[in-house]
């Protein structure tokens, strides 16, 4: 007889949550060179620290070091080039908060736990790179599906949550619409501006506000 698995072999799953496509898919990704993989990674962190909406195709290339065809064989536009950094980040984030999880932690823990890793997207050096993004065409829908996904997954933890009775039984949906949407909203110029600590440490806080309400309910 095989034992059941534990621990990191236990994987959360989410019924019903269709994962979210990158803009680049893993077969295209697999296409590209390693010198373009690298370039992906070094336009990340100049859009980090930089910002590099403003630039022109030539401009980024010249930047990099690297040939105009080097950059049109990753995306076709500048735009769509911009955006594919970003999807390739934030998707890397998410991966991340999704392999954080274990079946074997009680289900609010696996909310909280995805949610302190998922809100890694409005650490600090984050925020020059969402106000810079928004000059690109785009980047709006892109950040909605993100977000869109962020929520869907934050409900499928707190129907497990409610369906083993860790907390009474709630519009989940909704719960899941607040949390999913604190670290964009803490992330926001006009609200980071005069918040007391970081997106990432404000949204974290409100979510275990929240989630310690759900314990205080049952």
Do not use: W
């Amino acid at each position: 007889m095989t034992a059941a698995p534990t621990g990191k072999d236990a994987r959360v799953r989410f019924p019903g949550v269709r994962p979210l496509k990158p803009l680049l898919s893993r077969e295209a990704e697999r296409q590209l060179s390693a010198r373009q993989l690298e370039l992906l990674d070094e336009l990340e962190e100049k859009f980090l620290r930089e910002g590099l909406a403003d630039l022109t195709m030539a401009e980024i290339a010249a930047l990099l070091g690297c040939s105009l065809r080097t950059l049109y064989g990753i995306a076709p536009s500048k735009d769509e080039l911009l955006l594919t950094v970003v999807d390739r980040r934030l998707h890397r984030i998410g991966r991340a908060a999704i392999e954080a999880l274990d079946a074997s932690m009680p289900p609010l823990d696996t909310v909280r736990a995805y949610l302190r890793a998922a809100n890694e997207a409005v650490q600090p050096e984050a925020l020059a790179l969402s106000a810079d993004l928004a000059k690109v065409a785009g980047a709006g829908r892109l950040f909605d599906a993100h977000e869109a996904y962020l929520i869907t997954v934050t409900q499928s933890l707190l129907d497990r949550a409610v369906a083993e009775r860790q907390i009474a039984p709630v519009d989940t949906a909704s719960v899941a619409h607040v949390l999913g949407g604190l670290g964009r909203e803490f992330a926001r110029p006009d609200v980071a501006e005069v918040a007391q600590a970081s997106p990432k440490a404000t949204a974290d806080a409100i979510s275990e506000l929240i989630l310690q309400g759900l314990l205080a309910e049952r």
